[in-house]
């Protein structure tokens, strides 16, 4: 549990001496008009500043109607906080002295110094406060706020949401910004109402806030268009694989409740269909696709079965040649060695090494860092990161021809098809690759805490391949059902995209035929 969740983890009521000693140091920002309480946060320095210390004038009485946490804080019952704000509180009654001057002797309590206060930071705590004391606001002062409120920063109502959450008071944050309608930072309705090339273009950071913000808000379309978005630009936070925070941090940099694990996985799967419509066509081209005549028997010898093996595959395989004419092996090794050259140095989306070496083996002398350091810094860049680079790349793929006799026969004219009813998927502006959480009830359920999603490796225990033909799939096999299960124009395409991306086997073999 977050230690900020619990009052029992405040620094308590500050003493009235210290309190004088900064008086003339710390103005107090006022909220509420007749607050009858001060909220003071320091904030942590580093080396070159020294801590700053800011005060808040707010109405507990609003604080603890909408806040949970503040309810326990204030509670007389409770905590010797709570003893010490009444008694305070009622000795500034009895002074019967109400203006500015006298408002440094209200009551105090002083904010946890915890993480999550530290990393969220002054300007989300003063937005916080705000809304818990929205109530107590004139209805001119209401209406700014509110307007400003709409528009303000995915980057502060983030930070705010993850506060607010923290001390155990997401209602009432939730209740506002679902209220004005809230904008994710001045950005047009329109543009986050479908997925878009516009959406490519922003900044990683700002797509994982509004992600955290819409998943907190229940906003379940704009969800999956943002988590779609994030799935095909990739994160640079996954280089190296899917590793969670080392310390600390605000939690749209790891989105909580499994969207981060999640989202990579389903970007996982749609990599690993590229990458098994490539395997396909070099399988078939270089002769890889072993008949059962062409296996060698169990009792031969090494050599033997090999010769054999190779004679027998020779003889039973099919050539891709369209030409049938005699050189047709020369044509398919043709056309095989254009596409480890195509995708391996042009796309950059496979690549060449040994089985045989330990990767982590460095033959390099170990005296000699500076020349080892700049060979690593020289190695060409890899593929790109986002999904729609990628197709893009491989869909420049050319016609490549042995002679003018076999025109026709390469790759290009059986791949594309096949690019096609994947970049469909990826490019649909419904953001079919994305989550859909379902819509929380607000009554019973935590607003921090959404339902779950249909997540993609449930479909992967069913083992269930299809057929992809003419850009789309056309049929569905599972195990239990020895017949194909044919797919019709009517089923969804969100079903569709799953169905691709998560099934054991695909056949790629009729996607580009004729």
């Not at 210390?53 to 905590?79: C, G, I, M, N």
């Not at 993480?115 to 705000?130: R, V, Y």
């Not at 959450?165 to 309705?189: C, E, F, H, M």
């Not at 019709?488 to 169905?499: F, I, M, N, V, Y």
Request: with cysteine; charged share 25%.
């Amino acid at each position: 549990m977050n230690p900020a969740k619990t009052p029992g983890h405040l620094n308590g009521l500050s003493a009235q001496n210290d309190l004088q000693e900064d008086n003339e140091e710390s103005p107090i920002k006022i909220i509420s008009a007749n607050g009858d309480l001060i909220l003071e946060y320091i904030a942590p320095g580093d080396s070159t500043s020294s801590p700053s210390r800011r005060k808040w004038r707010v109405a507990s009485e609003r604080l603890t109607s909408h806040s949970p946490y503040f309810q326990a804080l204030l509670d007389p019952t409770k905590f010797s906080e709570g003893r010490q704000f009444s008694a305070q509180k009622q000795a500034w009654n009895e002074t019967h002295i109400q203006d500015s001057a006298s408002q440094h002797a209200l009551p105090t309590v002083r904010l946890p110094g915890v993480q999550s206060t530290n990393m969220c930071g002054e300007d989300a705590i003063e937005l916080f406060l705000k809304i818990l004391c929205l109530d107590s606001f004139e209805q001119t002062e209401r209406t700014a706020f509110e307007n400003e409120l709409k528009t303000q920063s995915t980057s502060l109502v983030a930070r705010m949401i993850d506060l607010a959450d923290s001390l155990n008071s997401p209602r009432a944050v939730q209740g506002v910004l679902q209220r004005i309608g809230y904008l994710y930072g001045k950005t047009k309705p329109a543009l986050l109402a479908r997925f878009n090339s516009a959406l490519l273009s922003m900044k990683e950071d700002r797509i994982r806030q509004i992600i955290f913000i819409s998943t907190f808000l229940n906003a379940s379309r704009l969800t999956r268009i943002m988590t779609h978005v994030l799935l095909v630009l990739g994160s640079r936070f996954w280089v190296n694989g899917l590793d969670g925070p080392v310390k600390e941090s605000l939690r749209w940099r790891y989105l909580p409740n499994g969207l981060e694990e999640e989202i990579y996985s389903r970007r996982q799967y749609v990599l690993n269909t590229i990458t098994d419509l490539q395997a396909h066509f070099l399988r078939v081209y270089g002769g890889l696709e072993e008949t059962d005549s062409a296996k060698p028997a169990a009792n031969r010898t090494l050599g033997a079965a090999f010769t054999a093996s190779a004679h027998s595959l020779l003889q039973s395989r099919h050539f891709q040649c369209r030409g049938g004419f005699n050189n047709a092996s020369q044509c398919d090794l043709f056309q095989l060695g254009q596409m480890i050259r195509f995708f391996s140095m042009r796309a950059k989306t496979i690549f060449l090494g040994s089985t045989l070496i330990d990767p982590d083996f460095d033959s390099a002398p170990n005296d000699d860092d500076q020349t080892a350091g700049k060979s690593r810094n020289d190695e060409p860049p890899g593929p790109p990161s986002d999904i729609t680079a990628i197709i893009a790349s491989i869909k420049q793929y050319p016609d490549y021809a042995i002679d003018e006799a076999h025109t026709g026969c390469g790759v290009r004219r059986r791949i594309m098809p096949a690019l096609e009813c994947i970049e469909k998927f990826v490019w649909d502006d419904r953001g079919l690759l994305g989550i859909t959480p379902a819509v929380s009830d607000t009554a019973v359920s935590d607003p921090s805490r959404p339902s779950k999603w249909t997540r993609w490796a449930d479909f992967t225990r069913k083992k269930h391949a299809v057929d992809i033909s003419f850009a789309r799939v056309t049929a569905v096999y599972y195990p239990s059902a020895p017949s194909k299960n044919q797919v019709t124009r009517s089923t969804p395409h969100e079903e569709l995209a799953r169905l691709l991306f998560t099934a054991t086997r695909r056949d790629w073999s009729a996607a580009g035929s004729g």
